[in-house]
Protein backbone atom coordinates (compact mmCIF):
# COMPACT_ATOMS: atom_id res chain seq x y z
CA UNK A 1 0.00 0.00 0.00
CA UNK A 2 1.62 3.54 -1.32
CA UNK A 3 1.54 6.13 0.90
CA UNK A 4 -1.29 8.01 -0.33
CA UNK A 5 -3.40 4.91 -0.18
CA UNK A 6 -2.54 4.88 3.84
CA UNK A 7 -3.22 8.93 4.54
CA UNK A 8 -6.63 7.80 2.76
CA UNK A 9 -7.28 5.11 5.27
CA UNK A 10 -6.08 7.20 8.09
CA UNK A 11 -8.16 9.75 7.19
CA UNK A 12 -11.44 7.67 7.15
CA UNK A 13 -10.94 5.73 10.15
CA UNK A 14 -10.60 8.80 11.95
CA UNK A 15 -13.55 10.30 9.99
CA UNK A 16 -15.55 7.34 11.36
CA UNK A 17 -14.32 7.67 15.16
CA UNK A 18 -16.42 9.46 17.57
CA UNK A 19 -14.74 11.82 19.80
CA UNK A 20 -14.88 11.89 23.23
CA UNK A 21 -12.29 10.43 26.46
CA UNK A 22 -12.66 6.79 25.50
CA UNK A 23 -11.34 7.73 21.97
CA UNK A 24 -8.94 10.68 22.32
CA UNK A 25 -5.73 8.25 22.69
CA UNK A 26 -6.84 6.57 19.61
CA UNK A 27 -7.19 9.97 17.99
CA UNK A 28 -3.92 11.23 18.98
CA UNK A 29 -1.99 8.29 17.58
CA UNK A 30 -4.25 8.54 14.19
CA UNK A 31 -2.87 11.98 14.04
CA UNK A 32 0.74 11.47 14.92
CA UNK A 33 0.61 8.82 12.16
CA UNK A 34 -0.83 11.02 9.64
CA UNK A 35 1.35 13.34 10.49
CA UNK A 36 4.67 10.94 9.67
CA UNK A 37 2.92 10.18 6.46
CA UNK A 38 2.58 13.82 4.88
CA UNK A 39 6.01 14.41 5.85
CA UNK A 40 7.07 11.30 4.13
CA UNK A 41 5.07 12.04 1.24
CA UNK A 42 6.67 15.82 0.90
CA UNK A 43 10.11 14.59 1.14
CA UNK A 44 11.48 14.30 -2.54
CA UNK A 45 12.12 10.78 -3.65
CA UNK A 46 14.06 9.44 -7.12
CA UNK A 47 15.22 11.77 -9.90
CA UNK A 48 11.95 13.03 -10.43
CA UNK A 49 11.46 14.43 -7.01
CA UNK A 50 13.17 17.35 -7.38
CA UNK A 51 11.83 21.03 -7.92
CA UNK A 52 10.18 21.61 -10.79
CA UNK A 53 11.27 23.99 -14.27
CA UNK A 54 11.07 27.80 -13.25
CA UNK A 55 10.96 26.75 -9.67
CA UNK A 56 14.23 27.86 -8.41
CA UNK A 57 13.71 31.69 -7.94
CA UNK A 58 16.44 33.11 -5.79
CA UNK A 59 15.57 34.97 -2.69
CA UNK A 60 15.74 38.68 -3.35
CA UNK A 61 14.86 42.18 -1.90
CA UNK A 62 13.98 42.97 1.46
CA UNK A 63 10.95 40.41 1.94
CA UNK A 64 9.20 37.81 -0.61
CA UNK A 65 5.11 37.33 -1.11
CA UNK A 66 3.83 34.39 -2.78
CA UNK A 67 0.78 34.23 -4.09
CA UNK A 68 -1.51 31.31 -3.55
CA UNK A 69 -5.00 30.51 -5.67
CA UNK A 70 -6.71 28.27 -7.37
CA UNK A 71 -6.20 28.86 -11.63
CA UNK A 72 -7.85 31.74 -13.10
CA UNK A 73 -7.84 33.92 -9.96
CA UNK A 74 -6.27 36.50 -11.23
CA UNK A 75 -2.72 36.48 -9.90
CA UNK A 76 -1.23 37.12 -12.93
CA UNK A 77 -3.32 40.51 -13.43
CA UNK A 78 -2.08 41.06 -9.92
CA UNK A 79 1.31 40.83 -10.78
CA UNK A 80 1.46 42.90 -13.87
CA UNK A 81 -0.26 45.84 -12.04
CA UNK A 82 1.24 45.79 -8.92
CA UNK A 83 5.17 45.62 -10.88
CA UNK A 84 6.66 46.31 -14.22
CA UNK A 85 7.06 42.34 -15.05
CA UNK A 86 4.30 41.25 -17.28
CA UNK A 87 2.96 38.04 -16.73
CA UNK A 88 0.59 36.02 -19.22
CA UNK A 89 -3.06 36.63 -18.41
CA UNK A 90 -5.53 34.51 -20.05
CA UNK A 91 -9.06 33.27 -19.73
CA UNK A 92 -8.15 29.82 -19.99
CA UNK A 93 -7.06 27.92 -17.06
CA UNK A 94 -3.03 26.98 -15.72
CA UNK A 95 -2.04 30.04 -17.98
CA UNK A 96 0.68 30.14 -15.72
CA UNK A 97 3.06 27.20 -15.81
CA UNK A 98 5.89 28.39 -13.79
CA UNK A 99 7.09 30.62 -10.95
CA UNK A 100 7.38 34.20 -12.04
CA UNK A 101 9.21 37.01 -10.24
CA UNK A 102 8.59 40.61 -9.89
CA UNK A 103 9.25 43.37 -7.63
CA UNK A 104 7.19 45.85 -5.80
CA UNK A 105 9.27 49.08 -4.81
CA UNK A 106 7.47 50.61 -2.36
CA UNK A 107 8.61 52.98 0.75
CA UNK A 108 12.06 52.51 -0.78
CA UNK A 109 11.98 48.73 -0.39
CA UNK A 110 12.32 46.18 -2.59
CA UNK A 111 8.89 43.63 -2.18
CA UNK A 112 9.54 40.20 -4.33
CA UNK A 113 6.35 39.24 -5.44
CA UNK A 114 5.70 35.76 -6.84
CA UNK A 115 2.91 34.50 -9.62
CA UNK A 116 3.01 30.80 -8.52
CA UNK A 117 1.05 28.24 -10.58
CA UNK A 118 -2.62 27.34 -10.10
CA UNK A 119 -3.01 25.26 -7.07
CA UNK A 120 -5.41 22.11 -7.39
CA UNK A 121 -7.55 19.85 -5.20
CA UNK A 122 -5.35 17.24 -4.05
CA UNK A 123 -1.58 19.39 -4.52
CA UNK A 124 -0.64 18.12 -1.03
CA UNK A 125 -0.44 14.56 -2.11
CA UNK A 126 1.32 16.16 -5.08
CA UNK A 127 -1.31 16.73 -7.83
CA UNK A 128 -0.84 19.27 -10.59
CA UNK A 129 2.23 21.21 -9.75
CA UNK A 130 1.35 21.66 -6.14
CA UNK A 131 4.60 20.07 -3.99
CA UNK A 132 6.53 22.86 -5.96
CA UNK A 133 4.34 26.00 -5.60
CA UNK A 134 4.11 24.32 -1.38
CA UNK A 135 8.08 24.05 -1.68
CA UNK A 136 7.96 28.10 -2.92
CA UNK A 137 5.28 29.10 -0.52
CA UNK A 138 7.07 28.13 2.52
CA UNK A 139 9.98 29.87 1.75
CA UNK A 140 7.83 33.35 1.79
CA UNK A 141 7.85 35.92 4.26
CA UNK A 142 3.63 36.44 3.15
CA UNK A 143 1.27 34.61 1.71
CA UNK A 144 -1.59 36.39 -0.30
CA UNK A 145 -4.71 33.92 -0.69
CA UNK A 146 -5.89 34.75 -4.00
CA UNK A 147 -9.66 34.20 -4.41
CA UNK A 148 -12.38 34.77 -6.92
CA UNK A 149 -15.11 36.82 -4.86
CA UNK A 150 -17.98 35.26 -6.57
CA UNK A 151 -16.95 31.36 -4.93
CA UNK A 152 -14.32 32.30 -2.62
CA UNK A 153 -15.71 30.76 0.79
CA UNK A 154 -14.90 27.21 -0.99
CA UNK A 155 -11.75 28.04 -2.68
CA UNK A 156 -10.63 29.35 0.50
CA UNK A 157 -11.68 26.37 2.65
CA UNK A 158 -10.20 24.18 0.14
CA UNK A 159 -6.46 26.15 -0.03
CA UNK A 160 -6.14 26.18 4.02
CA UNK A 161 -7.03 22.47 4.11
CA UNK A 162 -4.28 21.87 1.48
CA UNK A 163 -1.71 24.18 2.94
CA UNK A 164 -2.29 22.95 6.69
CA UNK A 165 -1.92 19.62 5.76
CA UNK A 166 1.65 20.09 4.63
CA UNK A 167 2.74 22.16 7.50
CA UNK A 168 2.19 25.87 6.79
CA UNK A 169 -0.27 27.57 9.52
CA UNK A 170 -1.44 30.52 8.17
CA UNK A 171 -1.99 33.49 10.76
CA UNK A 172 -1.07 31.43 13.97
CA UNK A 173 1.44 31.70 16.19
CA UNK A 174 4.13 29.06 16.92
CA UNK A 175 2.68 26.69 20.39
CA UNK A 176 4.29 27.34 23.50
CA UNK A 177 5.53 24.62 24.26
CA UNK A 178 9.33 23.55 24.78
CA UNK A 179 10.43 19.82 23.68
CA UNK A 180 14.14 18.63 23.79
CA UNK A 181 15.20 15.07 23.15
CA UNK A 182 17.63 13.40 25.12
CA UNK A 183 19.45 10.37 25.10
CA UNK A 184 18.98 9.25 28.61
CA UNK A 185 16.48 9.67 31.55
CA UNK A 186 13.49 9.11 30.26
CA UNK A 187 10.40 11.20 29.45
CA UNK A 188 9.82 14.68 31.66
CA UNK A 189 6.86 16.27 31.38
CA UNK A 190 5.96 19.61 33.18
CA UNK A 191 2.97 22.02 32.43
CA UNK A 192 3.14 25.41 33.68
CA UNK A 193 -0.62 26.34 32.95
CA UNK A 194 -3.56 23.57 33.71
CA UNK A 195 -4.41 21.87 30.76
CA UNK A 196 -7.59 20.49 28.90
CA UNK A 197 -6.43 19.11 25.77
CA UNK A 198 -3.95 17.16 26.46
CA UNK A 199 -2.48 14.52 29.40
CA UNK A 200 0.97 13.22 30.23
CA UNK A 201 -0.74 9.02 29.41
CA UNK A 202 -1.50 10.88 25.74
CA UNK A 203 2.03 12.89 25.53
CA UNK A 204 3.68 9.23 26.60
CA UNK A 205 1.47 7.70 23.28
CA UNK A 206 2.68 10.20 21.11
CA UNK A 207 6.36 10.04 21.88
CA UNK A 208 6.15 6.35 21.58
CA UNK A 209 4.63 6.33 17.89
CA UNK A 210 7.69 8.62 17.15
CA UNK A 211 10.20 6.47 19.12
CA UNK A 212 11.18 9.28 21.53
CA UNK A 213 11.69 7.91 25.16
CA UNK A 214 13.86 10.52 26.55
CA UNK A 215 12.56 14.34 26.61
CA UNK A 216 11.61 17.23 28.43
CA UNK A 217 8.15 18.62 27.90
CA UNK A 218 7.14 22.30 28.83
CA UNK A 219 3.66 23.28 28.02
CA UNK A 220 3.61 27.25 28.84
CA UNK A 221 0.15 27.13 27.04
CA UNK A 222 -3.34 25.15 27.30
CA UNK A 223 -2.22 23.59 23.32
CA UNK A 224 -3.94 20.95 21.58
CA UNK A 225 -2.60 17.67 20.25
CA UNK A 226 -2.46 19.11 16.87
CA UNK A 227 0.19 22.04 18.07
CA UNK A 228 2.11 19.09 20.45
CA UNK A 229 2.73 17.35 16.79
CA UNK A 230 3.44 20.28 15.32
CA UNK A 231 6.59 20.93 17.72
CA UNK A 232 7.52 17.26 17.56
CA UNK A 233 7.56 17.36 13.71
CA UNK A 234 9.59 20.86 13.79
CA UNK A 235 8.38 21.43 10.42
CA UNK A 236 5.78 23.37 10.43
CA UNK A 237 5.88 26.89 9.03
CA UNK A 238 3.90 29.66 10.57
CA UNK A 239 2.95 32.56 8.07
CA UNK A 240 0.73 35.60 7.65
CA UNK A 241 -1.88 35.62 5.15
CA UNK A 242 -4.04 37.97 3.51
CA UNK A 243 -6.87 37.01 2.13
CA UNK A 244 -7.52 38.81 -1.21
CA UNK A 245 -10.73 38.67 -2.96
CA UNK A 246 -10.13 39.77 -6.47
CA UNK A 247 -13.42 40.05 -9.30
CA UNK A 248 -15.46 42.84 -6.29
CA UNK A 249 -17.33 44.07 -9.79
CA UNK A 250 -19.07 40.53 -10.59
CA UNK A 251 -20.89 40.66 -6.58
CA UNK A 252 -23.08 42.84 -4.73
CA UNK A 253 -22.18 45.65 -2.70
CA UNK A 254 -23.61 43.72 0.54
CA UNK A 255 -21.85 41.18 -0.37
CA UNK A 256 -18.40 43.42 -0.34
CA UNK A 257 -19.04 45.05 2.78
CA UNK A 258 -19.26 41.17 4.47
CA UNK A 259 -16.25 40.17 3.07
CA UNK A 260 -14.50 43.12 3.75
CA UNK A 261 -15.09 43.25 7.64
CA UNK A 262 -13.49 40.15 8.11
CA UNK A 263 -10.25 40.07 10.30
CA UNK A 264 -7.15 39.68 7.35
CA UNK A 265 -9.75 40.07 4.24
CA UNK A 266 -9.39 42.82 1.43
CA UNK A 267 -11.45 42.50 -1.77
CA UNK A 268 -9.88 44.24 -5.00
CA UNK A 269 -11.19 44.25 -8.39
CA UNK A 270 -8.02 44.24 -11.01
CA UNK A 271 -9.52 44.67 -13.96
CA UNK A 272 -10.74 47.75 -12.57
CA UNK A 273 -7.85 48.87 -10.21
CA UNK A 274 -9.91 48.79 -7.00
CA UNK A 275 -8.43 49.26 -3.69
CA UNK A 276 -5.00 48.29 -4.94
CA UNK A 277 -3.14 50.99 -2.66
CA UNK A 278 -4.85 49.79 0.38
CA UNK A 279 -3.87 46.11 -0.50
CA UNK A 280 -0.21 47.45 -1.23
CA UNK A 281 -0.58 49.29 2.29
CA UNK A 282 -1.73 45.79 4.09
CA UNK A 283 1.44 44.33 2.02
CA UNK A 284 3.62 46.79 3.91
CA UNK A 285 2.36 46.26 7.51
CA UNK A 286 2.09 42.41 7.61
CA UNK A 287 5.71 42.32 6.50
CA UNK A 288 6.20 44.47 9.20
CA UNK A 289 8.86 46.47 7.25
CA UNK A 290 10.56 49.81 8.80
CA UNK A 291 12.28 52.35 6.73
CA UNK A 292 15.18 53.97 8.58
CA UNK A 293 17.25 57.12 7.46
CA UNK A 294 20.57 57.72 8.59
CA UNK A 295 22.51 60.99 8.91
CA UNK A 296 26.82 61.89 8.89
CA UNK A 297 27.87 64.30 11.60
CA UNK A 298 27.21 67.90 10.76
CA UNK A 299 25.30 67.38 7.72
CA UNK A 300 21.24 66.80 6.79
CA UNK A 301 20.07 63.29 6.80
CA UNK A 302 19.18 61.32 3.55
CA UNK A 303 15.34 61.60 3.10
CA UNK A 304 15.23 60.53 -0.82
CA UNK A 305 12.73 58.12 -2.16
CA UNK A 306 15.76 55.43 -2.57
CA UNK A 307 17.45 56.57 0.85
CA UNK A 308 17.46 54.15 3.90
CA UNK A 309 18.05 50.86 5.10
CA UNK A 310 14.81 48.67 5.29
CA UNK A 311 14.43 46.75 8.69
CA UNK A 312 11.84 44.74 10.31
CA UNK A 313 9.79 45.81 12.79
CA UNK A 314 11.10 45.58 16.42
CA UNK A 315 14.61 45.93 15.20
CA UNK A 316 17.38 47.57 17.44
CA UNK A 317 20.32 50.09 16.38
CA UNK A 318 22.57 47.04 16.43
CA UNK A 319 20.40 45.80 13.19
CA UNK A 320 20.95 48.95 11.48
CA UNK A 321 24.62 48.74 12.73
CA UNK A 322 24.57 45.02 10.84
CA UNK A 323 22.82 46.46 7.69
CA UNK A 324 25.25 49.47 7.17
CA UNK A 325 28.72 47.88 7.73
CA UNK A 326 29.32 44.09 9.25
CA UNK A 327 31.64 45.68 11.57
CA UNK A 328 30.03 49.22 12.24
CA UNK A 329 28.53 47.11 15.83
CA UNK A 330 31.65 46.61 17.27
CA UNK A 331 33.03 50.27 16.80
CA UNK A 332 29.82 51.43 18.18
CA UNK A 333 29.55 53.76 21.04
CA UNK A 334 26.61 55.59 20.84
CA UNK A 335 23.55 56.93 18.51
CA UNK A 336 21.15 59.97 17.85
CA UNK A 337 17.81 59.50 16.80
CA UNK A 338 15.29 61.63 16.23
CA UNK A 339 11.25 60.39 15.73
CA UNK A 340 8.93 58.72 17.23
CA UNK A 341 10.81 56.04 19.27
CA UNK A 342 12.16 58.52 21.43
CA UNK A 343 11.08 60.72 24.37
CA UNK A 344 12.16 63.64 22.79
CA UNK A 345 14.20 64.71 19.11
CA UNK A 346 16.98 64.35 19.47
CA UNK A 347 17.83 61.62 21.93
CA UNK A 348 21.11 59.71 22.66
CA UNK A 349 20.72 56.01 23.28
CA UNK A 350 22.44 53.24 23.52
CA UNK A 351 23.01 49.73 21.08
CA UNK A 352 19.35 48.16 22.14
CA UNK A 353 17.25 50.71 21.26
CA UNK A 354 14.16 49.84 19.28
CA UNK A 355 13.54 51.75 16.28
CA UNK A 356 10.33 53.03 14.79
CA UNK A 357 9.56 53.88 10.85
CA UNK A 358 11.25 56.44 9.71
CA UNK A 359 13.25 57.31 12.66
CA UNK A 360 16.41 59.35 11.28
CA UNK A 361 20.02 57.97 13.07
CA UNK A 362 23.34 58.96 13.33
CA UNK A 363 26.19 56.26 14.87
CA UNK A 364 28.72 57.78 16.30
CA UNK A 365 32.13 55.46 16.58
CA UNK A 366 34.39 55.02 19.25
Known sequence: MGVIEKIK??????????????TEYHLGLLKAKLAKLRTQLLEPTGKGGG????????????????????????KSTLLSAMTTTESVAASYEFTTLTCIPGVIHHEGANIQLLDLPGIIEGASQGKGRG????????????????????????????????????????????????VKIKKVGGVKFTNTV??????????????????????DVIFRDDCTIDEFIDVVEGNRVYLPCLYVYNKIDQISIEEIDRLARKPHHIVISCEM???????????????????????????????????????????????????????????????????TSTKFSPQRVGINHLLDHEDVVQIIKK
Request: glycine letters at 8%; one cysteine or more.
Open 9 to 22: DIEAEMARTQKNKA
Open 51 to 74: KGEGFDVMKSGDARVAMVGFPSVG
Open 273 to 339: NLNMDYLLECIWDYLALVRIYTKKPGNAPDLGPEDGIILRRGATIKYACHALHRTLAAQFKYAIVWG
Open 131 to 178: RQVIAVAKTADLILMMLDAGKGEIQKALLEKELDSVGIRLNKKPPNIY
Open 194 to 215: PLTHCSEKLIMHIFHEYKIFNA
